[in-house]
C-alpha cells in the first residue's frame, strides 16, 4: 500500500502541473491589474512597482520564477494584503473552510445513508418515490439559490439563525445546512441504488431466514456491503463541498479559502488567487488518495498488492 501511495503521488504530478500552467495563464490573460485600483501614482512609482513584484518580465520568465519559488514552497507574498504572504493567508483561513467542509460532509453522509437506506426497504412505495423525489429536487438547486432562500426564510422572515458571520454553532448552521442539501440528495440516492442491490444478495435472504429482523440486516449486513460506492464519492464531495464553499462563504460573509479567492481574483490578485488553486488542487489529489487506501478496509477482496 505504501508503494501505491507513492506512485499514486507521483502520478498526480503531471496533473497538478497542469493546473498550474492553466491557472496561470488564465489570471494573467484577464483584463485589468493588481494596481489599476490604486489612486493615479507617476510612471516611475507603477514601473518600480511591476519591478518589484516581478510583473514587468515577460510572461514566461515570470511563471519560471514563480515555478522556482513554488519548488521552495514560496507562494509569494499577496498583492492585495499588505505585509503577509499568500502562505500565511491561507493557513489562517483554511481551518474555517475545513470545519464547514467537514460538518456539511458529515451531515450529508447521517442524512443522505439514513434516508437511502429508508427508501430502499420500501422499494416502490409513497414514501420512496417521495424521499426520491426530494433528492432530485436538492441535486436541481444549486446552493447559491438555496442559501439565499435559507437565509430569508430562517433568519429574516423567523429570525431563528443570525444570517452572516462566523464566530460560533449558531452562525455556521445556516452555511453548513446549504453546502449539505445537494450531497445528502447524491448520498441518498447512492445508497438506495446500492442498497437495492445488497438487499437481493444471497447472505441477506440467509439472515432473514434466521429470523432477523430488517433494522439488524441494514445495520449489520447491508450498509456495510453498500457503502464502497458512498466511498468512492466521499473524496471528490468532500473536496466539492469545500471548493464549493467559495460562494457560500461569500454569501454569509465567512473568512474562509473561497471569500479570499473571491476577494484576490477582484482584485487581480495574481499570487493570492494561484495559491488558492494550487491548494485546491492538492487538496482534491489528497482526499481521492485517501478514499483509494479506504477501499480494502470497507472490502477485503480490494488489494493494491
Known sequence: MYAYSIRRLIGAIPTVFAVIVIAFVMIRLAPGGPFDSERSVPPE???????????????????????????????????RYKDFTVTELLWSAFPVSAQLGLAAIILAVLAGTAAGAYAAMRRNTMVDAGVMTLAMTGIALPNFVVA???????????????????????????????????QIAYVARLTRGSMLEVLRADFIRTARAKGMSDARIVAHHA??????????YLGPATAAIITGSVVIEQIFGIPGLGRYFVQGALNRDYTLVMGVVIFYAVLIVILNLIVDLLYPLIDPRVRYD
Open 45 to 79: 512609482i507603477a514601473a518600480n512597482l511591476e519591478a518589484a513584484y516581478k510583473l514587468d518580465a515577460p510572461l514566461s520568465e515570470q511563471f519560471v520564477s514563480y515555478l522556482g519559488d513554488l519548488l521552495t514552497g514560496d507562494l509569494g507574498p499577496s498583492f
Open 148 to 182: 439565499p432562500l435559507l437565509t430569508l426564510v430562517l433568519g429574516v422572515y423567523l429570525s431563528w439563525l443570525p444570517v452572516g458571520g462566523w464566530g460560533g454553532l449558531a452562525h455556521a448552521l445556516l452555511p453548513i445546512i446549504a453546502l449539505a442539501l445537494p
Open 223 to 232: 450498509l456495510k456491503a453498500a457503502a464502497l460506492p458512498v466511498v468512492s
